[in-house]
């Protein structure tokens, strides 16, 4: 990695990593530090988020594919020290959440490419919440119905919009900075409507 775009990328995801911890904070307080809490995610799946974006934005997809998978690894690792059933719905929950992440930040990337240069988090929160939404359905499947279902589904929802909307503010932020940069408007289309590199 060059020394430009390694310093891009790592004030991305500070700003982005560190925002989303800073609204796990504010909301949640001392709890968005407890590992064994559900609020723990805004430190964990906000670095996901952060470290996400932050490789697509510098042009490293393949890194960005490699931390996702590492990540739903990790978690599928984890996830089999539980009991056999519930192991197998907690694996696809990191890779649900882990591959959902990617696919969020590679539109934040391309609506960064499109020339949108602040606002992006505005939709990276709502579909981080998305993918809590789909990953939390699947853990459903593996519990019994006597929990609320409803109340943990809003709960990984909220949860989602928080870490997507602090992450990518964090992101949006640091590209404000001049020597990181952010994308930049496509020039007008040329004579033949196409657009010109």
């Known amino acids: ?90 694996s696809l929950w990191g890779i649900v959440l882990g591959g959902g992440a990617f696919v969020s930040a590679v539109i934040f990337h391309r609506l960064a490419q499109e020339g949108y240069r602040f606002g992006k988090f505005a ?24 929990q609320d279902a409803t109340g943990l589904l809003v709960q990984y929802v909220f949860l989602g919009l928080v870490v997507g909307d602090a992450a990518g503010l964090g992101v949006e932020l640091a590209e404000l900075v001049p020597s990181v940069g952010g994308a930049r408007p496509r020039p007008p289309p040329g004579p033949e409507g196409e657009w010109s590199a």
């Open 1 to 90: 990695m060059n020394r430009p775009a390694e310093h891009g990328a790592l004030l991305r995801f500070v700003m982005g990593a560190g925002a989303s911890v800073l609204a796990g904070l504010a909301l949640f307080r001392g709890e968005a530090l407890n590992p064994d809490g559900p609020w723990f995610q805004c430190v964990t799946v906000g670095a996901l988020v952060a470290g996400l974006i932050a490789l697509m934005r510098v042009g490293r997809p393949a890194q960005a594919i490699s931390l996702a998978t590492a990540f739903a690894l990790v978690h599928i690792g984890y996830a089999w020290t539980l009991p056999p059933a519930r192991a197998a719905v907690e």
């Open 123 to 146: 939709l990276l929160g709502p579909l981080v919440a998305g993918v809590y939404l789909a990953a939390t359905a699947l853990i459903l499947l593996g519990q019994s119905f006597q």
